[in-house]
């Protein structure tokens, strides 16, 4: 598994990043490289659970998500099997009127994309993460993520 780690400070209240982050359908305004999601369900309780497909070196994988752990507004756990099996851990600390989010992913590479060289797909996948923090920052912030859907 490859080890992810970055975080973000977000002008937001925790509960209100949090709450960005519970609908699957959501996701697609502030994750670049997440090409649809499928067969959502939420709950009450922030869990959600729906397939997903991601580009990642120009291929399409396709997976299921389902959350394994949620204490709402503080942390979630998302784990995702299928094309690409990955754990997102995020975090939400109170600083104030505004959240410190860390999130902290491990996945595996793709056996199809193993001759890519992990060095490479290291640096665009720690890319992603950055812009995938960076979306929700400008979500949260200014109500409009900047980005650039890749299809």
């Known amino acids: 598994m490859v080890p992810i780690s970055r975080s973000i400070t977000i002008g937001a209240p925790a509960g209100r990043v949090f709450e960005q982050l519970t609908e699957p359908s959501a ?7 997440l090409v649809s999601v499928a067969n959502a369900r939420h709950e ?23 959350t394994l752990e949620v204490d709402s507004g503080r942390r979630r756990v998302d784990h995702n099997e299928g094309g690409i099996p990955s754990t997102f851990s995020w975090e939400f600390e109170p600083r104030g009127e505004a959240t410190e989010v860390k999130l902290e992913i491990t996945y595996q590479i ?12 290291r640096l665009m996948n720690e890319h ?16 409009v ?6 299809s």
């Open 27 to 33: 996701l697609l305004e502030i994750w670049p490289s």
């Open 44 to 66: 009450a309780d922030g869990r959600h659970a729906f397939d997903w497909t991601f580009k990642m070196a120009g291929i399409r994988f396709q997976g299921h998500c389902d």
């Open 110 to 121: 793709p056996l199809l994309l193993r001759m890519v060289g992990s060095p490479v797909l």
């Open 128 to 143: 992603e993460a950055e812009t995938l923090l960076a979306n929700l920052k400008a979500r949260l912030e200014t109500g």
């Open 145 to 150: 993520p900047p980005v650039q859907r890749r």
